[in-house]
Nanobody, 116 residues
Framework: QVQLVESGGGLVQPGGSLRLSCVAS????????MSWYRQAPGNQRELVAT???????NYHESVKGRFTISRDNAKKTVALQMNSLKPEDTAVYYC??????????WGQGTQVTVSS
């Protein structure tokens, strides 16, 4: 069964850090680009960070220099290290493989709340 399971979210004060993790269950994980997305209440889901099979990364302008995406192909996981968190980072965070066909179903996500 193709599945994505996100974890690591929580409540953190502004300026704090969190590390999100996503475990994938599909075969060929190492060959796929993986991405993190987020969706805040009332907003559309937006792309936050991407890592290719070769390890190249790309970030939304708003998180550059604060977030770092990484992957462990042996464990079929993709992580998002989030530092210097801001209230506007508050959202439910999801991972996916945007170019895999069929695209994996979205997981339940993990809630990140940045508040004092």
């Amino acid at each position: 069964q193709v599945q994505l399971v996100e974890s690591g979210g929580g409540l953190v004060q502004p300026g704090g850090s969190l590390r999100l993790s996503c475990v994938a269950s599909f075969n060929g994980f190492s060959t796929y680009t993986m991405s993190w997305y987020r969706q805040a209440p009332g907003n559309q889901r937006e792309l936050v960070a991407t890592i290719t099979s070769g390890g190249s990364t790309n970030y939304h302008e708003s998180v550059k220099g604060r977030f770092t995406i990484s992957r462990d192909n042996a464990k079929k996981t993709v992580a998002l290290q989030m530092n210097s968190l801001k209230p506007e980072d508050t959202a439910v965070y999801y991972c996916n493989a945007p170019f895999r066909r069929p695209q994996p179903p979205w997981g339940q996500g993990t809630q990140v709340t940045v508040s004092s």
